[in-house]
């Protein structure tokens, strides 16, 4: 009689303990992304936003559905799908957006893995300093940081007077650091290094240093050691770290907007500004279902890959 109570007890607290984030996703994520899809095939309202679905009679103040089984054409459309793969400009800008997320997601990776080994083999005091470092950034506003790399870049900082005098000094024409692109992967670089350092630094804090010991006794050199024994074992913080800088990289608008200049849009950009300054609704949500299925699409390209690197292992 005791096991059944249990069953019971157990699936209660089960649903108790994961109720509370599955609703918070349905509301905060599902819903709106419901709402989103929605949206993407209506048509947008004369002063902006989208076309009401209802009207309030000004004499009763009874609201009327407007949408019907017979009118459902002239409220809902495929047009705003058709303009995003009509105009060529729009699949120039993911493509940029693409390679601005790569080239961050690369430069990231090159830095951040000396560095998350440096702190893993550390001492316990010297380690926990370093790790403090590493996300000290994050106790200031992120604006505040993205405006502070606007004065280091200005044409009257320090470094760039010193960049363009050495770049005199060769007959090299000075040259303006900030809204470029340069700017633009510098402040996504700068953004996003700690979310590639950390999930790095706890893979590799978790590895074993005799399997590198039993290496080198069977005549590995350091290259080798780090190729066949260290990189394998650390693939699972690299893709993780790839994810946590890539898929915000890919969005990100806030930078290029100070940063960059007009050449440096990308996705996100347009698709704050379909919303706030167009006020054009259906088509900014067509291009968040775009850029949410692009996403998606590397996500499950790199779990293939992954599942498929385990199954040859």
């Known amino acids: 009689m005791s096991k ?30 419901l709402i989103m899809m929605f949206a993407a095939f209506r048509f947008p309202g004369d002063y902006g936003g989208l076309l009401p679905l209802t ?36 699949l120039e800008l993911f493509i940029k957006s693409f390679w601005y997320a790569g080239l961050t997601t690369l430069i990231c990776l090159i830095l951040a893995y000396p560095l998350s080994w440096l702190i893993a083999r550390s001492n316990k005091k010297t380690r926990d300093l370093l790790v403090l470092l590493v996300i000290l950034p994050f106790w200031s ?37 900030l809204f470029s692109q340069f700017a633009v992967i510098i402040g996504l670089v700068y953004v996003h290094l700690p979310f590639m350092v950390l999930p790095l630094y706890a893979n590799l804090e978790k590895h074993d240093m005799s399997l590198l010991d039993a290496a080198q006794d069977l005549g590995a050199n350091a290259w080798q050691r780090f190729w066949k024994v260290t990189w394998p074992l650390s693939l699972p913080g690299v893709w993780a770290g790839v994810a946590l800088v890539f898929i915000p990289a890919l969005g990100m608008f806030a930078i290029p907007d100070l940063l960059g200049g007009t050449n440096s849009m990308m996705i996100g950009n347009l698709i704050k500004q379909q919303f706030l300054d167009s006020r054009d609704w259906p088509f900014g949500s067509v291009l968040s279902i775009m850029l949410t299925l692009s996403v998606l699409l590397l996500a499950a390209v790199a779990a293939w890959a992954g599942s498929r690197h385990k199954k040859k292992d």
């Open 55 to 90: 009207e309030v009679d000004p004499e009763t103040g009874k609201q009327t559905v407007l949408i019907t089984l017979d009118t459902w054409r002239d409220y809902l459309t495929f047009e705003n799908f058709g303009r995003f793969f009509e105009d060529a400009i729009y």
């Open 4 to 33: 059944p109570v249990y069953g019971r007890v157990g699936r209660f607290a089960k649903w108790l303990i994961s109720a509370p984030p599955l609703v918070y996703l349905l509301i905060f994520f599902a819903l709106p992304a």
């Open 141 to 177: 506003n992120f604006l505040i940081r993205v405006y502070a790399w606007m004065i280091i870049l200005g044409p009257q900082s320090y470094f760039s007077r010193m960049l363009n005098g050495f770049l005199g000094w060769f007959g090299i024409e000075p040259v303006s650091l």
